[in-house]
């Protein structure tokens, strides 16, 4: 997402927010990387590993019949982990796993998925 009153002509590191907690993206803090999915939306590193905890580790749901996955857009019939400070951001855990793969690739992070 971003940051209200955002230029999109003219896009700032700041104006890119996490969907699942709002902060900025600092792309100069190397714990704090972030991955865009459709439309403008964002998941930073520390979601995605309260994400990944609670969908492949722990094997929560919070999905709920006829809600979409904020960062694909669709209903996937998978966990979802919804975050509990923004509720209408969710995630699918098909979503967390391919972001996961895509952060743990990126030489400029040293993101690695949790541990159980």
Known sequence: MFRPGTDESNVQYE??????????????????????????SHMCGECLSIAYLATVIEGRDDREPGVACTMCLVEPDTLFWRSPEFPDACVCQACIKRSSGVLEKDKDYTWRRPQG
Do not use: F
């Open 15 to 40: 104006d890119v927010l996490c969907n699942y907690c709002h902060r900025p993206w600092d792309p100069d803090d190397p714990s704090r990387p972030m991955v865009e999915g459709h439309h403008g």
